[in-house]
């Protein structure tokens, strides 16, 4: 299964980008949708995630007012919308499909994984 990302680039510290992920429809019609990151030398953690419904919407705190999580089903697609970029937000960013209609900030509880955008923020 093939996630694709995009949108990923480098801007200064204030910024904004966009990501957007295009996912199969038949896996992730009725699933909940996250975003991940991973920075040089950590592990990777849970950014943003959204129900299939688009009704239950959960943020790391540390992108909290932020960053904002959308999808249109209809375009088999979510998106991160991120502001007052930081550069401790440079990561890769890599969309998720979870294992069923809710995401939950748990790696386990996704089942397809994006190969991941690149986002860099420059001081």
């Known amino acids: 299964v093939q996630l694709q990302a995009s949108g990923g680039g480098l801007v200064q510290a204030g910024g904004s980008l966009s990501l957007s992920c295009a996912t199969p429809?038949?896996?992730?019609?009725?699933?909940?949708l996250g975003w991940f990151r991973q920075a040089p030398g950590k592990e990777r953690e849970f950014v943003a995630g959204?129900?299939?419904?688009?009704?239950?919407?959960r943020y790391a705190d540390s992108v909290k007012d932020r960053f904002t999580i959308s999808r249109v089903n209809a375009k088999n697609t979510v998106y991160l919308q991120m502001s007052s970029l930081k550069p401790e937000d440079t990561a890769v960013y890599h969309c998720?499909?979870?294992?069923?209609?809710?995401?939950?900030?748990?790696?386990?509880?996704?089942?397809?994984w994006g190969q991941g955008t690149q986002v860099t923020v420059s001081s």
């Open positions: 998720a499909v979870a294992r069923g209609p809710i995401s939950t900030n748990r790696e386990y509880d996704y089942r397809y």
């Open positions: 429809k038949r896996t992730a019609s009725n699933n909940g």
């Open positions: 959204i129900s299939w419904r688009g009704d239950i919407i």
